[in-house]
């Protein structure tokens, strides 16, 4: 992953290995500004950054922007053609999608963005903290890509910016709850490897951890541990246009 000069909201952190299949993935970051509505930021303010984003990922042919109220769950949503705009809907953690012109985002700041993207078409973007990670979210989105007929072993798989596993101590009930282990006191926790692990398992072949963390790069990255009320968007589109000359790599 990447970060790039501009861009759709500049300064943002590509998903390099998903170019070459036609699909575009980023993760913004403090340069672009916040993206989340619980703030007490202006309305006005946070508004033009979605707005913006949905003018960005017009250019890459993607008329429509699919989010929702995140609500550290494993629900994934699947989303179809035939619309255009922002849609925010309730209760989900997941999006995939077949369809090309449709973008897809999770707000982060600490949790993974997991994306996933397959050759034939499908792509995916899941909102992963520990919660979601106990209750199966990488499960439940590597069974929406294949039921969208993205066999497993085909699929990329990355798992973007977020805490790492040397600045993630929890309690040992979030120890049980991920790994099944028993704790006797706080410990450190990956959950990205957890992820990780969980896909492989799941039959995942192609996958690859960010190097950038939240609290290590919390300069350049919100982090709600850090206590910040910022959030991060992770974005997934497959480009239906040609790419703008905007100095990615």
């Known amino acids: 992953m990447t970060e790039t000069e501009s861009g759709p909201l500049a300064a943002g952190l590509r998903v390099d290995e998903f170019d070459a299949i036609g699909v575009v993935a980023f993760t913004t970051t403090r340069a672009s500004g916040s993206f989340g509505l619980g703030s007490t930021e202006p ?8 707005n913006a984003l949905l003018d960005d990922c017009q250019e890459y042919g993607a008329a429509a922007l699919a989010s929702a109220a995140q609500v550290h769950g494993a ?4 989303h179809g053609a035939g619309w255009r705009g922002w849609l925010r809907g309730t209760g989900r953690d997941g999006h995939v999608t077949a369809e090309r012109g449709v973008a897809m985002a999770v707000t982060i700041a600490d949790c993974t963005p997991v994306f996933l993207a397959h050759p034939g078409g499908a792509i995916g973007v899941l909102h992963a903290g520990w919660r979601g990670v106990a209750a199966g979210m990488m499960e439940r989105g590597v069974e929406a890509m294949r039921l969208l007929g993205a066999p497993t072993d085909e699929l990329l798989v990355h798992f973007g910016p977020a805490i790492c596993g040397q600045c993630y101590e929890v309690g040992p009930e979030v120890i049980a709850a991920v790994t099944g282990a028993r704790a006797s006191g706080p410990q450190l926790l990956d959950l990205r490897a957890n992820l990780a692990g969980r896909a492989r398992r799941a039959g995942v072949r192609q996958l690859r951890i960010s190097d950038w963390c939240t609290q290590c790069h919390k300069d350049r990255l919100y982090t709600h541990r850090g206590g910040d009320a910022g959030r991060q968007l992770a974005v997934i589109l497959r480009s239906g246009a040609e790419a703008p000359n905007d100095g990615m790599t």
Not at 44 to 50: E, I, K, Q, S, T
Not at 75 to 78: C, F, G, L, Q, T
């Open 75 to 78: 629900a994934v949503e699947v």
């Open 43 to 50: 309305v006005a303010d946070v508004m033009g950054r979605w």
